[in-house]
């Protein structure tokens, strides 16, 4: 299979792809066309387990792998050692709606889905493409992203990983879990300023003339674990596959029926996942797009005219606050058939403007597959209250923006929503939905969260409290450059 650039200057293998990141045009790496499954393969794909699911779907993309080098990164990937409960747990909580539970990995959120499996892929995609280099992944993170990245690429032979986080950017517990990381190659430092300055100061290194020629001489090169790498979106298909088998088994639907995905979205990249899904052949009618106040999606599905220029908000929901959805590019290439002339244009109105609008006959198939809905934090807090006390489901703030989305779409499918993070992960929110004047003390909070849903705390988060933290500096957002060279020792 080819990958192509969405801005059309570039054509790579998925190995090329997977190492490289970003397209030197700017542009994202997709793939030429999408990987066909049909009735037939449907079928004997959903007699399999996750991890067999997981290799004949790879397989379609990573032609350059061999079957046995991706049978070999899944199941290192996808363990019972990182996922004890399962890879994901599927629950149907109403006659409408079933939850598809993506955070039962390391790091209680969704990203541990692709953060797994990249680093395993990146290896052997380095391998390939002959790169002699140390690979080094630089992070900006506004919480989920670090802690799953460092879990991801800790101690993995050949990479180093340094993560970036706003000192008063990111909770209590994401901190705790950042900066008390073991493993020979990972650094993390707070940055003075907020997750706008730890990103501009990544991608300024990313883009350093200078740097990066004295990283080549010193036997470094960078590599970006974020949503814009195509090894980061090809392991969220396989869970739209598995969640749509789960829900045939326990005869929520039959076999052939369509369902719609809600998904709480920010960079739009695991909603782009279930996309691919859909048009790889799994019958889904819609794709329901949650956002948080930031509605600039919301909007966008509305109308066809994407605007940037409007208000940022700190939510409850922080993985969500995001003006620029990095994967919506790839989406354009796809439906207007890979007009990679159109889709550059449209970026750098982006760029220059802030904005730009797709037309009619872009935003007719825009619609035929995406609806979108918002809501603000005061109606994410009653969404997890009114769950909680009738169904006993207790949702995290992300899911609860995607269960409410759900119940604001019509239509005769059963739903999925997909939850991406453990409610205990945002806990002092999560409470104080359910209980008036909750305690603000975070390990207070997941006791007193794992009292009243009867759940228990994820053992990880529990064992923070008296873990040693190893990463204690603060550095200004203009020592970044330095900061890696003294990691580097170049
Ligand atoms: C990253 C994240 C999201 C957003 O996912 P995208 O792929 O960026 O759309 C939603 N919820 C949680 C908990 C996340 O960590």
């Known amino acids: ?43 004997e794909l959903s007699d399999k387990d996750y991890n067999e699911q997981a290799k004949v779907i790879l397989q379609k993309y990573l032609t350059e792998y061999t079957n046995d080098e991706i049978s070999q990164c899944v199941d290192e990937a996808y363990s019972k050692g990182t996922f004890p409960d399962g890879q994901v747990v599927y629950k149907k909580v109403t006659e409408k709606i079933s939850v598809l539970e993506l955070w039962h990995g390391p790091t209680s959120a969704f990203k541990d889905m692709a953060l797994q499996l990249l680093p395993k892929l990146l290896t052997k995609a380095i391998e390939k493409t002959g790169e002699k280099k140390e690979v080094v992944i630089l992070v900006a993170t506004s919480g989920d992203t670090g802690k799953a990245a460092l879990e991801g690429f800790c101690d993995v032979a050949g990479t180093k990983i340094v993560v970036f986080y706003p000192q008063d950017g990111v909770s209590q517990i994401q901190k705790l879990q950042m900066i008390t990381q073991k493993g020979d190659n990972v650094s993390v430092f707070a940055i003075k300023g907020n997750f706008d300055d730890a990103q501009t100061g990544v991608k300024k290194l990313f883009s350093d003339k200078d740097m ?69 052949g799994l019958p889904i009618n819609k794709f329901i797009c949650a956002s948080n106040s930031n509605n600039v999606l919301a909007d966008f599905i509305k109308t066809g005219v994407y605007n940037r220029n409007r208000p940022f908000h700190q939510t409850i929901s922080p993985s969500m606050d995001i003006l620029v959805s990095s994967n919506l590019e790839r989406l354009l290439y796809h439906l207007t058939d ?153």
């Open 1 to 43: 299979m080819i990958f192509k650039s969405t801005r059309g200057a570039e054509e790579a293998t998925s190995a090329k792809a997977i190492a490289q990141g970003l397209a030197k045009d700017g542009g994202l790496f997709v793939p030429e066309h999408f990987a066909q499954i049909s009735q037939k393969e449907l079928l």
């Open 212 to 280: 990066i020629a004295t990283m080549q001489n010193k036997g470094y090169v960078f590599s970006s674990a974020n949503s814009i790498n195509w090894g980061r979106l090809v392991p969220q298909i396989i869970y739209y596959f598995n969640a749509y088998f789960s829900a045939v088994q326990n005869k929520t639907i039959a076999f052939g029926d369509k369902v719609n995905f809600a998904v709480p979205t920010g960079n739009f990249g695991n909603i782009l996942a279930g996309y691919y899904a859909k048009c790889m």
């Open 338 to 490: 890979g007009d990679s002339k159109q889709v550059a244009s449209w970026m750098q109105d982006l760029n220059e403007q802030g904005c730009y609008d797709i037309g009619q006959e872009c935003k007719k198939s825009l619609q035929e597959n995406f609806v979108g809905y918002w809501i603000d934090d005061e109606q994410t807090k009653k969404t997890i209250k009114e769950v909680f006390e009738k169904t006993g489901c207790l949702l995290d703030t992300h899911t609860a923006v995607a269960w409410f989305a759900a119940n604001c779409h019509d239509g005769l499918e059963h739903t999925i929503v997909v939850s991406t993070a453990s409610p205990f992960k945002f806990a002092i929110d999560v409470l104080s939905a359910v209980q008036p004047n909750a305690t603000t003390e975070p390990f207070e909070a997941l006791q007193e969260l794992a009292k009243i849903s009867k759940l228990n705390i994820p053992p990880k988060m529990q064992e923070l409290e008296n873990l040693p933290k190893l990463h204690n500096q603060t550095i200004d957002a203009g020592q970044m450059k330095q900061t890696l060279e003294q990691i580097l020792k170049i």
